[in-house]
């Protein structure tokens, strides 16, 4: 694989004054937040370069057990800021993606998927945590929006006498589909518009075509899989918040950000 | 006659202390200006919100003490908006029946003929309905639990003049024949006065007035019903 030099990359810095130029063209006013961005990006990125390097340096156990759990704790921590209002809403990140990261990872492990080898398992897992979290974050909000905006469908299957789990499931059944139709979509579509982000890299790293489809496939199917356990998980907990014990609405308070 | 419900002293922040009785097979309408609290009385009726005091009795037991699905079922209320749920006329009218396994397509063409609709409308999706179907649907569809008592908050609203005959020619079948006991909104004067034994009228929040049809309309005691009637 060749490498990008230093020199080489300080040219982005071109690259950068392309946006931050027309934000001050147009006063779009997002010059500052332009640069900013992209400078915290570079040095996040250098961070876990090295962060990455030592990490595969030490025994696979503890490089995984520490950096899986980390990026648990960062998901569960900004899936459960959607969540604003919803009792116990980091706990439940965290537990769902838990459940999930386990889950999928036994399976990987168990069928011979991948080797239980830090280079694997961080960057896979990093992929299945990272659209869990967002899956996680889109129903919880997904859960609110839906029982505000069907409010009156949810008293009137109260009021038909269905107790606070039947009167959701319409609600469920739209958060569990919402968070699907996206993998559905990009799946059809997958390869042809875009290569996925993993098959680039396993490319440019040197892999041939047919090794890196092999990976992708394992990763997108695992995401789609993955994606639609932590919503349905997210959505049967938490439609019961909606309720108090005598089976009648409540208002969750707690904006959307 | 037998009391059927009783609210004692009702109130909330959009009820003040309301007391009235429902009369047993008998037919109330309730009038009054608009944001006066007819709509928030029926959900305490249902038992859909708490009030903050007061007591609500349901065959001279206060209704916390029923299983409260059952006292819903017992109690149908159809709401001012139809809200219908997404699928089709039969997914709607079988949703009340289905949580106690009593569904049967007899049952569909029996309650689409009580509401005037044709049979055949069973399978159509109810966003391709007009807001007078998903009206009588949804009046229908809480039929469908053979409540004793029926809520009914404006529920001939969005009805031409025939259809509005048929519907009121139903209420009274269902209090004459079925033996149900109705509550029911109207903003319509001449129907609250034409269709109701007893009417009940609310005013910012309170029960300003309530007694037998006839007198009330003949005799308002207070000032803002008599308004309200000129009007
Ligand atoms: N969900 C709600 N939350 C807070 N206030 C409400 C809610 N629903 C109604 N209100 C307010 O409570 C008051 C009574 O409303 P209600 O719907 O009971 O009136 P109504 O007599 O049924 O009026 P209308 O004839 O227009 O249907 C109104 O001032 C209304 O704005
Ligand atoms: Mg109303």
């Known amino acids: ?64 057990g520490l950096w899986v759990a980390v990026m648990l704790v960062i998901a569960s921590f900004q899936a459960s800021r959607r969540g604003q209002g919803i009792p116990h809403a980091f706990l439940l990140s965290l537990s769902s993606l838990i459940l999930i990261e386990v889950f999928v990872l036994s399976l990987w492990i168990v069928f011979d998927i991948i080797p239980f080898r830090s280079e694997q398992v961080i960057p896979m897992s990093g992929m299945i945590i990272g659209n869990s979290m967002v899956a996680a974050g889109l129903a919880f909000e997904r859960m609110k929006n839906e029982f505000h905006s069907n409010q009156g469908k949810v008293l009137a299957a109260l009021s038909l006498g269905a107790n606070a789990s039947q009167a959701s499931q319409m609600i469920i059944r739209k958060t569990i589909r919402a968070a699907m139709i996206p993998n559905v979509d990009r799946l059809k579509t997958i390869g042809l518009v875009q290569l996925p982000g993993m098959m680039t890299g396993l490319i440019l790293g040197g892999a041939s075509p047919i090794e890196a489809i092999r990976y992708q496939i394992v990763i997108s199917i695992s995401v789609f899989s993955t994606v639609s356990i932590c919503a349905m998980i997210i959505s049967l907990v938490t439609y019961r918040f909606f309720f108090n014990q005598n089976m009648q609405l409540q208002t969750i308070e707690g904006g959307n950000d | ?44 009726l249902n038992r859909l919100e708490d009030p903050d005091e007061g007591e609500i009795y349901f065959k001279s037991k206060k209704i916390e003490q029923y299983p409260i699905n059952e006292l819903r079922r017992n109690i149908g209320m159809v709401f001012q908006q139809a809200h219908l749920f997404d699928g089709t006329v039969e997914d709607n009218l079988k949703f009340g029946p289905r949580l106690k396994k009593k569904w049967s397509q007899n049952l569909g063409s029996e309650l689409l003929e009580k509401v005037q609709l044709p049979v055949d409308i069973l399978t159509k999706d109810v ?20 409540p004793e008592v029926l ?32 509550l029911m909104i109207t903003h319509d004067l001449k129907q609250a006065e034409r269709l109701g034994s007893y009417t009940l009228f609310m005013n910012e929040g309170r029960l300003e007035e309530k007694g037998e049809t006839s007198e009330l309309f003949r005799h308002p005691n207070s000032n803002a019903l008599k308004k309200f009637i000129e009007a």
């Open chain 2, 127 to 146: 966003s391709h309905l007009s807001g007078g179907e998903q009206q009588r649907v949804a009046f229908a569809r809480t039929l469908a639990n053979d």
């Open chain 2, 1 to 44: 006659m037998k009391t059927i419900m009783e609210a004692r002293n009702v109130k909330n922040e959009r009820v003040d202390d309301v007391h009235f009785e429902l009369m047993e097979e008998t037919l109330t309408t309730m009038i009054g200006p608009s944001g006066s609290g007819k709509s928030s009385l029926l959900m305490l």
């Open chain 1, 1 to 64: 694989m060749t490498n990008i030099s230093n020199l080489s990359l300080l040219t982005m810095i071109l690259f950068v004054m392309i946006p931050v130029s027309l934000s001050y063209l147009y006063s779009l006013g997002i010059g500052k937040s332009a640069i900013w961005s992209s400078l915290r990006g570079v040095v996040q990125l250098f961070l876990i370069g090295y962060i990455l390097t030592f990490l595969f340096s030490i025994p696979d156990w503890q490089g995984i």
């Open chain 2, 151 to 182: 809520l009914l908050d404006e529920v001939t609203s969005a009805l031409d003049m025939r259809t509005v005959e048929w519907m009121e020619k139903l209420l009274h079948r269902l209090v004459d024949e079925e033996g149900k006991t109705i």
